[in-house]
């Protein structure tokens, strides 16, 4: 009787321990930041607020509304190393004209590239033709 108690607290001490460890997992790779223009993730066109990052795996992020109306998976396939003495986390868009894409997401100081939209990719031949280029904006961001 006594083993089979000590080993239920044992237990139930080790789930704690192991769900303590997966909600600070998931802060560290969640980002907020308010984004005052509306933009793309990939195919996937976004109204100007209040966002969240999250990275799912070395593979993928979400963007999440703070209202939870908006949920948009994105393939984020490569991961640069940090470059400058930019904030930590940030959110960084490629401008063609009054449309913007999200295009690289830094969390801890971690790049993660985010595959280029087919409208993107068009716009950027546009722009070759006419030896124009795309602006950068980045948008401070702030970890949840």
Excluded: C
């Excluded at 080790?14 to 997966?22: C, E, G, Q, R, T």
């Excluded at 907020?32 to 795996?57: C, H, M, Q, S, W």
């Excluded at 971690?110 to 087919?118: E, I, M, P, R, V």
């Amino acid at each position: 009787m006594k083993y089979r108690t000590l080993r239920t607290f044992a237990l139930v001490g080790l789930l704690f321990v192991l769900a303590a460890a997966s909600v600070h997992a998931q802060s560290w790779n969640t980002i907020t930041a308010n984004i005052p223009f509306d933009f793309a993730v990939g195919d996937a066109k976004l109204k100007a607020g209040e966002y969240t990052v999250d990275r799912v795996d070395m593979q993928r992020l979400v963007v999440t509304s703070v209202d939870g109306k908006v949920r948009i998976f994105a393939l984020a396939p490569r991961t640069l190393e940090q470059a400058g003495n930019h904030a930590a986390q940030r959110l960084v868009f490629h401008r063609y004209g009054d449309i913007y894409f999200l295009s690289e997401v830094w969390i801890d100081g971690n790049n993660t590239g985010l595959y280029a939209a087919k409208a993107e990719r068009q716009m950027r031949k546009e722009l070759a033709r006419t030896n124009a280029k795309s602006e950068t904006t980045e948008i401070v961001a702030h970890a949840r």
